[in-house]
């Protein structure tokens, strides 16, 4: 026996779907090495600078996001174009020291914690470390807790 709320929700989807075509056009424009607006990720050998550089800027993509921003005010507040903004929204990392993305972050009111870990032996893999906070003071200079 056919389920008639689902036969009616796959209509509806058929309906709300744009034709293959546009489909297709969006397809071939996105994997296309030099479309800009794309997010490539990180590669399973990511150092961890690579990692630590790349959450910086999916927090800052998030902030943006949660507080519903346009890359233009996200520029202004962290003294950048926009087109560097959204590079570091599509973690283009390679572009962008981890010194210069801690700033912008902290210039957003992104509260950050830094992990350093040491591993106790080279086939352990328990790690021991101390966390860093960094914030920024009332007069906007940055202060570290340790």
Do not use: W
Request: charge should be positive; include cysteine; charged fraction near 30%.
């Amino acid at each position: 026996m056919k389920n008639p709320k689902k036969e009616l929700n796959m209509k509806a989807s058929k309906k709300n779907s744009p034709p293959k075509k546009v489909v297709d056009s969006i397809r071939k424009q996105m994997t296309n090495p030099n479309f800009p607006y794309k997010n490539i990720g990180l590669s399973p050998q990511a150092t961890p600078l690579e990692k630590n550089k790349y959450e910086i800027c999916q927090k800052i993509l998030a902030y943006k996001q949660d507080n519903k921003l346009t890359a233009e005010k996200v520029a202004k507040s962290i003294q950048l174009t926009t087109p560097e903004t959204e590079d570091i929204f599509f973690g283009r990392i390679n572009k962008f020291t981890l010194d210069r993305l801690v700033d912008y972050a902290t210039r957003l009111g992104i509260i950050l914690q830094i992990r350093e870990a040491n591993q106790t032996s080279a086939s352990s893999l328990n790690k021991t470390g101390r966390n860093i906070y960094v914030s920024r003071k009332s007069n906007g200079r940055l202060r570290k807790h340790l």
